[in-house]
């Protein structure tokens, strides 16, 4: 096989949970093929590239083997080179914690973590 559908290849490499999810990206505008929009009867061909937002992650892949059918995990990963960046890291804020049983903190002590969290907030 050559080409198929860019649907359903998505859908049996398991990018897209259902065909119709696939089908519904490449008709909103989420799915690419060579930097082209696609449709969902768009065909790709070994060495597209395809780039696809699911489920709120942009994935960009190269096709490497076109299959038409659903195949279990660990063949369809052999169907695709994932070439999708690492997620950046996000900046987690540090949280005051008060230890078990302490109660509400006082009206001094909310002054202290205010300023605290403050300082936080303006560094760089």
Known sequence: MESTRVDRWLWSVRLAK?????????????????DKPAKPAT????????????????????VTQVIDK??????????YVDNTPAPRPE?????ARRARGTGRPTKRERRVLDAWQRSLRERP
């Not at 259902?18 to 060579?34: K, M, Q, Y």
């Not at 065909?43 to 190269?62: K, L, N, Q, S």
């Not at 900046?91 to 949280?95: E, L």
């Open 43 to 62: 065909p790709v061909r070994i060495g597209d590239t395809v780039r696809a937002r699911m489920r709120d992650t942009t994935r960009i892949v190269e």
């Open 70 to 79: 659903r195949v279990g995990a660990p063949e369809a990963v052999r169907c």
């Open 91 to 95: 900046t987690a804020i540090p949280v």
């Open 18 to 34: 259902t065909r119709s999810d696939a089908a519904a990206a490449c008709r909103g505008g989420h799915v690419r093929v060579n």
